[in-house]
């Protein structure tokens, strides 16, 4: 569960870096 909020984080970093 924790990794999956990570990767939520880590998918809104890539759209802003997109």
Known sequence: AR???KQELYNKLDQLLK
Do not use: E, Q, V
Request: hydrophobic share 35%; proline share 0%.
């Open 3 to 5: 990794g999956m909020k």
